[in-house]
């Protein structure tokens, strides 16, 4: 049985704001159900941030018009401004399906690395991500996938990354989706997929398939597109505004079908979008797989996005000590109150 473990502690103070009055402050410690990682959720911290969350506009609007200048993804530039795939891996020398385009990465993050160039425009609003956008961009990668599956059947351990704007990480403003690929796993996917068989042989059952069962009944449950469930996870990994959503019974991104692709995408801009909402610009996702080469009954395909600060002259970061040296998790807001407010967003539009 799923266990969600968490553990309330008290802090007291004489706070300066309100005329050195005792006051308490509460911290939750969250263990994920899985991988055992902690999570600290402290209260009253969204408040007290939200003020470089959002996006100064003169500023973001210079951003937008001085990166537009040589951007090699725009669509005067692309044929002529980004790399090529050798002609023995793919003679036309990139991949196209709608208006995304798949590149090799000039300087990427794996062996096997490429980018998916989403749309023609240079700048996109989170509402202006469309299902179609992120629909053809996963088309295009899982081409690339296919094709490279045939070329290197050593390289199983495909994911998908989305950096979108500078306090994403990301170098280019222009929309695009990293595609990383190797023969071994990345850390976490490791993590997952050992914690997962663990799960498995000891309770003789599925921990996604658990997972979803149990957030069913839960505040934190969002909705279900096209055996796509989505949901606020219990134990944040960032804190951000983060929701999770897993793939039933699909352990990599080469099983998955058009309409589980489409319920992916339909439920990546509801979030977008309430982000957009929220006065957010900017947002990173991650898309997992198990190998590409076998199917594993113990993993599902899951996804984590969350928001990320605005741009602003202060550069504030919420790539503090705490999740980025210390491998905690932090949340800055209740799981629940956010999932309360995203749904209420979701079920008005």
Known sequence: MLKL???????????????????????????????????????????????????????????????????PFCPENVKTKTPMFPKDFLKEGRIFVGNAVVIPNLLGHAERSVLVVL????YLKLEEFTPEILFNGFKGATTYLKRLKEVEPSINFPAFIFNYLP????????????VL???????????????????FESHRASYWAELVSEERKSKRYLFEINNVEWLVPFAPLRGLN???AVVRGKSNILELEDKEWQGIAHGMTKILNFYQKEGYTSFNAILLSGPVDEHLDYFDVNLRIMSRPGIQASSFTDAWALPYLLWDGEAVEEPERFAERLKAYISGN
Not at 37 to 57: A, H, P
Not at 167 to 178: E, K, L, R, Y
Not at 181 to 199: C, G, N
């Open 167 to 178: 306090p994403a990480g990301s170098s280019i403003v222009h929309p695009h989706m990293q």
């Open 181 to 199: 690929a190797r023969d071994r796993p990345f850390y976490l996917v490791r993590l997952l997929l050992e914690k997962s068989k663990t799960y």
């Open 119 to 122: 749309s023609k425009e240079h």
């Open 242 to 244: 983060e929701v999770q």
């Open 5 to 71: 473990e968490k553990t309330v502690k008290h802090a007291r103070i004489l706070n300066p704001l309100k005329n050195f009055e005792e006051g308490t402050l509460t911290f939750e410690y969250r263990t994920d159900p899985l991988t055992g990682r902690n999570t600290t959720v402290i209260g009253g911290m969204l408040n007290y941030i939200s003020k470089f969350l959002t996006s100064d506009k003169e500023l973001l609007n210079l951003l937008i018009e001085k990166t537009r200048v040589n951007c």
